[in-house]
């Protein structure tokens, strides 16, 4: 089974897929020359064609998974809202899902897995349904929200899908980090089955029903704030007023103690089967401790110098790729969902 990466990142999402169903992965597209360094480092004879809106999909490698987060920043609770806007003037940076959507329909895959943030389901979306039955005209108000449109996209070209959302602390990492998922395949697919793994997703499949079954003791573990591209761009603000990043800091103390957060990580060392390393590291100014990208790549539940020992990368790059990459355990586990809710919807059709 081959894998089409889009938007690829460090190679998160095809990780999850890895993890779920199997596969290797043909190639990438990704414009970062930072997370292609990466992808480059981990995937040496894989290619990767850069730029979407330059890459003629009739020319790539047939596949059978296509995975892709196209980029989330107009339909971000931290962006600027601008929301999905698929052509034209004015098009945003999400309206690269026009992109996704063209390399999907040229290359008509068995499966589609896509990730966004949680301001997919809110986020408004450039559509002309109307608001309600009666309704007629543009009041200049889109009744449509971006999640809609990409499930709307998908089935006009004749798929089908299902979605979920998720938090990386549901499959047991010390983080909240929500992600909607979305599963797509041919409408007309019939008989066609997909077997699921048994390692990684499934181990945090059952940890994360264990916690479900035991709500007092999920409900009392301290999350660390979730990593965040904003963390190394001027660090986002919480409603309180205070950084991310500073928040973190301040509660990892420097001895490498993990204070109120200990719980939460000594469960995430469980899931990944490996010590959480030191929180920070002493490379600031004068010797001050800084947030250390290996912690971060740790709690991103990425094997270990899957980032931080690839070459000529500075601290400031791995921290933006980390922040803006997916958990693949949190991915897997969700497309093992998934997968059951598309394996039903065929069967109620057979």
């Not at 196209?70 to 600027?80: E, T």
């Not at 889109?142 to 990409?150: E, I, K, N, Q, T």
């Not at 007309?188 to 499934?202: E, L």
């Amino acid at each position: 089974m081959k894998i089409g990466s889009l938007f690829s990142g460090y190679g998160g999402l095809e990780l999850g897929v890895q993890q779920a169903i199997g596969g290797t992965v043909a190639w990438h597209v990704e414009f970062d020359p930072n997370p292609s360094r990466i992808l480059a480092h981990h995937w040496p004879a894989t290619p990767n064609y850069g730029d979407i809106t330059a890459t003629d999909f009739t020319q790539v490698e047939q596949v059978d998974v296509i995975t892709g987060g196209f980029p989330c920043q107009d339909v971000s609770h931290a962006g600027r809202r601008a929301g999905l806007i698929r052509d034209g003037e004015g098009r945003t940076r999400s309206g690269l899902w026009g992109e996704m959507l063209r390399a999907i329909d040229t290359l008509r895959p068995r499966l589609v897995v896509a990730e966004n943030v949680r301001g997919l389901l809110s986020a408004r979306a450039d559509s002309d349904v109307e608001p309600c039955p009666f309704c007629m005209g543009d009041d200049g108000d889109s009744p449509m929200r971006a999640l809609g449109a990409v499930l709307a996209d998908l089935a006009d070209i004749g798929y089908d899908a299902a979605w979920t959302g998720l938090r990386a602390a549901d499959v047991g990492a010390p983080h909240g980090r929500f992600r909607v998922f979305i599963l797509a395949w041919p409408a007309d697919a019939t008989g066609d089955t997909w077997r699921v793994g048994h390692g990684d997703a499934v181990r945090a499949r059952r940890h994360q029903d264990r916690r479900a079954q035991d709500a007092g003791h999920r409900d009392a573990l301290t999350l660390l704030p979730t990593p965040s591209v904003a963390d190394v761009e001027g660090g986002r603000k919480t409603r309180s007023g205070a950084r991310n990043d500073e928040l973190l800091l301040n509660g990892l103390a420097a001895e490498q103690r993990f204070g109120d957060y200990a719980p939460a990580i000594a469960r995430w060392e469980s899931v990944l089967g490996r010590p959480a390393p030191a929180p920070t590291e002493p490379t600031g100014k004068g010797g001050a401790h800084r947030l250390s990208p290996r912690f971060v790549e740790f709690l991103m539940g990425l094997p270990e110098g899957h980032v931080t020992d690839v070459p000529n990368l500075t601290r400031n790059a791995q921290l933006k790729a980390l922040g803006n990459g997916v958990v693949p355990q949190q991915a897997a586990a969700a497309l093992t969902h998934l997968l059951t809710i598309r394996d039903h919807a065929l069967e109620a059709v057979a």
